[in-house]
């Protein structure tokens, strides 16, 4: 079926500028972390592409490793992106990260530079472009000196493969030595992508907002949603068939204690006297701090693009309800990526 992108779609959306740099994002942007791999059928996932796009959204993120299996999303969106987006390459923003395993033998995970070479060049070639807007390390290596993770994202943005360079998951200290590094050759980091959400509020202990802050980085929240918990999905005792807690990913299902999910029904009751969904609130709470650029959505319908884009109709929360939604918005053991490798070295 033939489509054509709404001409009114940048109207559909606001945008904010990332960091002190020249780029602009959508407030929110699409993820494409899970339910673009080959389990999903490639006409739901042209619609949500189309239904973001349409929404102004321009952003869309990938990694080499989305899947399953691994690199099957980066191919996908490249089938996408040649078919229906063809012709608007300049009016979006793809990015791609390195750093989770992905092919066998010493090279194929962590930050040395030959992963994260490697890994962009194939990362290309499945998406078919010359270069994408921004290109992560997708976690700090305990073990490659960070100069040497910095050196590669500072090469890849001069070799043209990526227009600007970002982190993912660094806690506030490597990130501020990541920082300094990168300005130090030249190619400033454009971009920090943490967790963030009503149930995983590490990025504020931690003094990482403040850090990218201060030094005019940008910031993008994944999992905004905590996995779909903050969805009306899981409001029932039982767990629906087809979600992700059943699918293995990355929700387990052991993060659906009473606990949590009294809490959850709770922030659900304040979304409704906002008359929004439990999904648009936990977005538009994330939006709430000027230093989250956008928030990062993922999807497995049209559908729900359109649900969570609905936050940026009332992004604004009384002291009231900050109050109120602090009393449940509490940590429910979702940060999967406190990253162990701070802690411990790496396995091999």
Excluded at 63 to 85: C, H, M, Q, R, V
Excluded at 175 to 181: V, W, Y
Aim: proline share 5%; aromatic share 8%.
């Amino acid at each position: 079926m033939d489509w054509t992108p709404d001409p009114d779609r940048y109207q559909n959306m606001h945008y904010r500028r990332c960091g002190r740099s020249g780029l602009k994002l959508p407030l929110i942007s699409l993820g494409l972390w899970h339910n673009f791999g080959d389990d999903m059928p490639h006409n739901i996932k042209q619609s949500i592409c189309r239904k973001a796009f349409d929404l102004g959204i321009t952003h869309f993120d990938l990694a080499n490793n989305y899947g399953p299996p691994p690199g099957s999303a980066e191919t996908a969106f490249g089938k996408i992106l040649a078919n229906d987006l063809n012709g608007y390459r300049d009016q979006l923003i793809i990015s791609t990260k390195a750093g989770y395993n992905m092919w066998p033998g010493p090279y194929g995970e962590w930050g040395s530079r030959k992963n994260l070479i490697s890994s962009c060049d194939q990362s290309l070639k499945r998406l078919g472009v010359d270069y994408v807007d921004i290109f992560y390390s997708h976690r700090f290596d305990p073990e490659t000196p960070l100069e040497e993770t910095m050196g590669a994202l500072d090469q890849i943005v001069r070799s043209g493969k990526a227009l600007y360079a970002g982190i993912s998951s660094y806690n506030a200290v490597r990130t501020r030595q990541a920082l300094d590094i990168l300005k130090t050759l030249g190619t400033p980091c454009l971009i920090h992508q943490p967790s963030y959400s009503m149930l995983n509020r590490w990025i504020e202990k931690d003094g990482l907002l403040d850090v990218i802050s201060d030094a005019g980085v940008g910031s993008i929240v994944f999992s905004p949603l905590a996995q779909g918990m903050l969805t009306d999905k899981y409001l029932n005792d039982a767990i629906p068939a087809g979600s992700r807690a059943t699918q293995s990913k990355s929700l387990n299902p052991v993060l659906l204690n009473s606990e949590n999910l009294s809490r959850i029904r709770s922030l659900n009751e304040i979304a409704r006297s906002r008359n929004q969904t439990l999904a648009q609130m936990a977005v538009a709470w994330t939006l709430r701090d000027a230093r989250v650029t956008s928030a990062l959505i993922g999807a497995s319908r049209p559908e729900q693009v359109e649900d969570c884009a609905g936050a940026i109709r009332n992004l604004e929360f009384s002291r009231e309800e900050l109050e109120e939604i602090d009393k449940y918005a509490i940590d429910g053991g979702l940060n999967i990526w406190a990253a162990s490798a701070e802690k411990t070295n790496r396995p091999g």
